[in-house]
């Protein structure tokens, strides 16, 4: 009997002293140039850039984002504009994602129009593979166990 007592106290001891999982902490935007909210007037030739340095606390979580203009919908749809995903460089910090506003490539009628960085630490969900996408948030819907972080600057086109 003692011999089943110390077999029970050492696998309740075992299971007392496993990790806990990790935390899933959100992403976040480290540094961004020109600021969030900025209003980026492109001109011909003009190479004005737009730069977001990537990071999150979970050292290896993939980063997925999408670039998006018009978006959250409203009168005019928003269109998905590009994705990448980033794999985990062993620290908080990723790499830089830049990108040079254009209104030509991107289809952008004369006026202003929101240019939205949105990065999740999961993988986005896809309507076209049945998953349930939220309406409000069609092109960057993300899991219940996900964190999302979005960052807007106003693009002028004119």
């Not at 062993?90 to 009628?109: H, I, K, L």
């Not at 166990?145 to 086109?157: E, G, I, S, T």
């Amino acid at each position: 009997m003692k011999g089943l007592l110390a077999i029970g106290v050492l696998v309740l001891g075992a299971c007392s002293t496993a990790e806990e999982p990790e935390a899933n902490h959100p992403p976040f935007i480290a540094t961004s140039a020109p600021e969030e909210g900025a209003i980026i007037t492109p001109g011909a030739g003009s190479g004005r850039e737009i730069a977001a340095t990537l990071a999150d606390e979970n050292i290896g979580d993939h980063l997925f984002m999408r670039l998006l203009i018009d978006y959250p919908g409203g009168e005019v749809p928003g269109q998905l504009l590009r994705t990448l995903e980033l794999p985990p460089s062993g620290s908080p910090v990723r790499s830089t994602m830049r990108v040079q506003p254009d209104c030509r490539a991107f289809a952008a009628a004369s006026g202003i129009h929101r240019l939205m960085l949105s990065v999740s630490d999961r993988p986005f969900l896809d309507a076209l593979a049945g998953e349930d996408v939220d309406p409000e948030a069609p092109l960057d819907s993300i899991r219940v166990d996900a964190h999302r972080v979005r960052v807007v600057w106003l693009l002028n086109c004119l």
